[in-house]
């Protein structure tokens, strides 16, 4: 049988896990995405994932429906990444390597597609500008940019995510473009 989510939900408060399952495996890749885009970084975006899972079920009860399931799984996922990447503030040196030795490998793969070396130098520039440059942007701005331009969310939505009025989802969203705008500037001076 397959549940809307709203069917899924009450299957789970009726005592059905298997219910919990569905709304898992529905919506995990998406957790997942959101997750890894915040954190830039793989096994922290899983840690946050499974944290975000197991708050979500512990506090399903609280789920009142007045959004949509997504709205308020995203709002979990979200407060659930920011709180693991204030824990992990001390540990940002190991996080920067773990970022690089990910941005090599994607280097080296794209050497394998054959791209030309101009094409992967200019690639390997953006790459190199943008984590640091999205890692510079405070946790509002970089959760709204993250969820805007990677997840295509409306600014309505992740003002309800992030619990924030709509021009202040909309203001950290600009905020942030005008940032990476900056330090992305040079290069695109550079490709004319």
């Given at each position: 049988m397959e549940w809307t989510d709203t069917e899924a939900v009450?299957?789970?408060r009726a005592g059905n896990p298997d219910a919990f399952r569905v709304l898992v495996e529905r919506h995990g890749r998406a957790v997942f995405r959101l997750a890894y885009r915040m954190t830039g970084n793989e096994q922290d975006a899983e840690d946050a994932v499974q944290e975000t899972?197991?708050?979500?079920?512990?506090?399903?009860?609280?789920?009142?429906?007045?959004?949509a399931f997504t709205t308020w799984l995203?709002?979990?996922?979200?407060?659930?990444?920011?709180?693991?990447?204030?824990s992990k503030k001390k540990h940002e040196q190991q996080r920067v390597r773990e970022r690089e030795d990910?941005?090599?490998?994607?280097?080296?793969?794209?050497?394998?597609?054959?791209?030309?070396?101009?094409?992967?130098?200019?690639?390997?520039?953006?790459?190199?500008?943008?984590?640091?440059?999205?890692?510079?942007?405070?946790?509002?701005?970089?959760?709204?940019?993250?969820?805007?331009?990677?997840e295509g969310l409306g600014i309505e939505e992740i003002s309800r995510i992030l619990e924030v009025q709509p021009n202040a989802a909309k203001h950290s969203?600009?905020?942030?473009v005008q940032k990476l705008r900056r330090a992305l500037e040079p290069l695109m001076e550079g490709a004319r």
């Open positions: 009450a299957q789970v899972f197991l708050r979500a079920f512990r506090q399903l009860k609280h789920f009142d429906g007045r959004s995203y709002r979990v996922c979200t407060n659930c990444t920011i709180d693991g990447m204030r990910a941005e090599m490998s994607l280097l080296e793969q794209q050497k394998s597609n054959a791209p030309s070396a101009e094409q992967l130098a200019h690639s390997g520039e953006i790459s190199a500008r943008l984590e640091p440059a999205l890692a510079e942007l405070t946790l509002m701005e970089r959760t709204a940019f993250v969820m805007r331009h990677y969203v600009f905020r942030a």
